[in-house]
């Protein structure tokens, strides 16, 4: 019947990438890239996904394939001191395709403005492209009379991985009177492993969280979010603990007149002011780089 509806798609893709480093210029003074070289990959991808209504507002999805992608210019041949990250990156020219297999199931329900829905996953990579640290330090010399230094060094590798993972995600809507209320909720969690190292993958997000309601009545809004991020604690041997963290948002806007082209708003951000460090960074930046502190913004809009 009209409830146990299915359907099935497929998708395929097939590319040419040429990737090429141009080597020292003549007139280089530390030679760093030798000869100029290219590479030339063809990476194929092929995903097939599978859709069914249960009934009573619920579906069910599945998705399985096979994902290729060619190595970026700097993993195949970065040699010296990024300068966002004050880290020696080291590429290899000799790195192959990155290849993986994913599964992923989903369950997700609908009625009227309320819906939910959850996804799990899971990837496991024949080559997955790596940027670690490696644990020795590269002497840097100094310019313009200035000492050396030494920075840690980075290295992009290919290994054998696994990432799983867990996305869910909320949102509701309820009419009170004259009230409107909004609420939105999410939270998502990944594991990867290296399983040459039997270590976990490096910088992979934490578990977070995030909820939020709004409020609304004639001609203003005014709204609450909480944004949570757990310690991320499994880290490999070269890297470092990331602490967790809650964050507290304010938000109101509004019209001057129902039918007026002038708005405000006003926004408070980090309300407690707290430090939030993100994981995904690389070690040599996680602390000078935190995510802002408590910010108010406030403004007029004029629509025409």
């Given at each position: 019947g009209s409830a146990l509806r299915s359907t099935a798609e497929r998708?395929?893709?097939l590319e040419q990438v040429r990737v090429r480093s141009d080597g020292d210029a003549a007139d280089a003074t530390e030679p760093r890239?030798?000869?100029?070289?290219s590479r030339r990959f063809a990476?194929?991808?092929?995903?097939?996904?599978?859709?069914?209504?249960l009934g009573a507002g619920w579906q069910a999805s599945a998705t399985v394939g096979s994902t290729q992608r060619a190595p970026?210019?700097?993993e195949l041949y970065a040699n010296g001191v990024h300068v966002a990250t004050a880290a020696?990156?080291?590429?290899?020219?000799s790195l192959p395709l990155e290849r993986s297999r994913h599964v992923e199931l989903g369950l997700a329900w609908r009625q009227g403005a309320h819906a939910v829905q959850a996804h799990v996953f899971s990837t496991r990579f024949a080559s997955f492209m790596a940027l670690d640290a490696t644990g020795a330090d590269v002497v840097v010399p100094g310019e313009d009379g200035q000492p050396d230094s030494s920075v840690p060094e980075y290295a992009f590798r290919a290994v054998r991985a696994r990432m799983s993972g867990l996305e869910i995600e909320g949102r509701t809507h309820w009419v009170v009177g004259a009230w409107t209320l909004d609420g939105t909720a999410s939270l998502d969690t990944v594991r990867g492993d290296n399983l040459d190292a039997g270590q976990p993958l490096p910088r992979l997000a934490p578990v977070r969280l995030r909820l939020a309601l709004e409020a609304g009545a004639g001609h203003w809004t005014a709204g609450l979010a909480l944004r949570h991020q757990a310690a991320q604690n499994r880290v490999p041997a070269t890297d470092t603990a990331t602490p967790g963290a809650t964050l507290v948002d304010l938000w109101a806007q509004g019209r001057f007149t129902a039918s007026g082209s002038l708005l405000w708003f006003a926004k408070l951000t980090n309300l407690g002011d707290r430090v939030a460090t993100?994981?995904?960074a690389v070690a040599t930046v996680r602390g000078l780089s935190p995510q802002g502190g408590r910010a108010l913004q406030m403004g007029?809009?004029?629509r025409l």
């Open positions: 998708a395929a893709r890239f030798g000869q100029a070289q990476p194929a991808s092929l995903s097939l996904a599978a859709r069914r209504d970026a210019y700097y020696f990156e080291k590429g290899d020219a993100n994981a995904g007029l809009q004029w």
